[in-house]
């Protein structure tokens, strides 16, 4: 398995732009998390899905953010209007949870968004 | 509110020292601890301890839990300069609701 997949890589759009972060998890993972790695905050998990269903989002900031796993082989994060202090490093991480329970999540290797 | 806090949060050592870095928590539901190592890019997965008192080794890596006093350790012996990163703990609430630590930056001098 080539682990989970995000893209694109890099991401630079001006304030106000519509963006769109995608992840695609480990086939057979049930869980999927997106979190936000800022140098002031860290590493804060911003919600996930366990079967494709939406658990906690109240690690998302505001309005403006929104994330959706339609299937269970990917999912969105939806920033809509960015601004500036959206610019992050966003990682999606999948577990697997229901089946084996106290699993590891494995990560992607990131977006870097830049908002100017 | 539930934390984790990492302390110190910076390091530098020399090749060959031995570290020591420490995770305590406050958490309303406790599953597992798990400790990350992350460098330029995504974290990877170091140790998962779920009961107090058995260590886990992995090479020059250990971790141990106390559920008790609520803190884990990691220890480094013999560091080397690949050693050097981001070392993450995260408390997992359930269903790797996780929640991060700041992390503690190791830097490690030839």
């Known amino acids: 398995d080539a682990g989970v997949i995000q893209s694109p890589r890099h991401e630079v759009t001006e304030m106000g732009q519509e963006v769109t972060l995608r992840c695609k998890p480990i086939?057979?993972?049930?869980?999927l998390f997106w979190y936000r790695q800022t140098m002031m905050r860290g590493l804060e998990l911003l919600i996930y899905f366990n079967n494709n269903v939406p658990i906690d989002d109240s690690g998302m900031p505001e309005d403006r953010f929104s994330a959706k796993m339609p299937n269970a082989s990917f999912s969105t994060l939806k920033i809509q209007p960015s601004e500036p202090r959206d610019s992050a490093v966003y990682f999606c991480?999948?577990?697997?949870?229901?089946?084996?329970?106290?699993?590891?999540?494995?990560f992607g290797q990131g977006t870097r968004l830049t908002v100017v | 509110e539930d934390k984790v806090v990492q302390s110190p949060l910076s390091l530098v050592v020399h090749e060959g020292d031995t570290v020591t870095l420490n995770c305590s928590y406050e958490v309303t539901n406790f599953r597992s601890l798990l400790w990350y190592k992350q460098e330029k890019k995504a974290p990877t997965f170091l140790f998962m301890l779920?009961?107090?008192?058995i260590e886990k080794k992995s090479g020059r890596l250990s971790s141990i839990l106390d559920k008790k006093e609520l803190f884990s350790i990691l220890n480094i012996t013999a560091t080397q300069t690949g050693d050097s990163a981001v070392y993450l703990c995260a408390v997992d609430r359930g269903n790797n609701d996780m929640r991060f630590g700041a992390g503690t930056r190791l830097t490690v001098k030839p």
């Open positions: 779920t009961s107090s008192g």
């Open positions: 991480a999948s577990s697997l949870v229901w089946d084996r329970p106290n699993t590891e999540a494995f």
């Open positions: 086939s057979g993972h049930n869980s």
